[in-house]
């Protein structure tokens, strides 16, 4: 399709996910457009955006905050309190069924509920990424290295398990609990289950992961 021709909607999510001591907090923002709208008032239709901060040693969200710059009717704002059952739920497995059981349909906001449903996932992701950073001694947000370790530096550390913030899991089962059974991927007793077993590191590992073939022995 030509470039210059502009889509007939453009839906855009945006999801930080920030650590403040004991919590988890993301931030999450849906904007949907019609760049092509001859009146420039009317190319944004839905600007609304959704906080959660999640307890890191249950995944359970304690607050909620919600917003919405942009919206077709008046009265979309009212719906913002309901969002506040919310608190209350993990994140983990099950937290799209809670969702639809509490803010869906008539009883919510199709695009905060939207945003919710997408920032559950991105909150497990970023547990993960935190882990790594720790045990890596890095501080998410700060400035990275100036040059990347050498393939032979990263080989080495993943094979010996050498590195800063000292040993441990590099998923622990808190961790696996959670992402079991959101893909096929992590089926129970499935591909990452039996790779972490027999030893995958992800974060040292090559990314994307060898096939479980180079895990488990013939």
């Keep these: 399709m030509p470039a210059a ?7 855009t999510i945006e999801i930080e996910v920030h650590q403040a001591d004991d919590l988890l907090i993301a931030q999450a923002r849906l904007r949907d457009t019609r760049p092509w ?7 944004l239709l839905h600007d609304m955006q959704l906080a959660l901060h999640v307890r890191t040693a249950d995944l359970t969200i304690v607050a909620v905050e919600s917003g919405m710059n942009a919206f077709p009717h ?10 506040d059952r919310l608190v209350g739920l993990s994140v983990r497995r099950g937290f799209t069924r809670a969702l639809r059981e509490t803010v869906s349909g008539v009883h919510g906001c199709s695009h905060l509920h939207e945003l919710a449903r997408a920032a ?6 970023a547990t993960l990424s ?3 950073a720790r045990r890596r001694g890095l501080t998410p947000g700060a400035e990275p ?5 050498s393939a032979d530096a990263q080989t080495a550390d993943a094979q010996t398990g050498d590195r800063a913030g ?7 089962g808190r961790q696996a ?7 096929h991927i992590w089926a129970p007793d499935g591909i990452a289950t039996r790779k972490l077993a027999a030893g995958w590191r992800p974060g040292f590992d090559p990314y994307p992961a060898p096939p479980l073939t180079a895990y488990e022995p013939t």
């Design 166 to 172: 000292g040993s441990g899991p590099v998923v622990s």
């Design 120 to 125: 559950g996932p991105a909150i497990i992701q």
């Design 130 to 132: 935190a882990a790594d």
């Design 74 to 83: 008046t009265e979309c704002p009212l719906i913002r309190p309901s969002f």
């Design 5 to 11: 021709v502009p889509p007939v909607h453009r839906r």
């Design 145 to 149: 290295p100036d040059a990347p370790a």
């Design 37 to 43: 709208h001859p009146d420039p008032a009317r190319v």
């Design 177 to 183: 609990a959670a992402l079991t059974g959101t893909c």
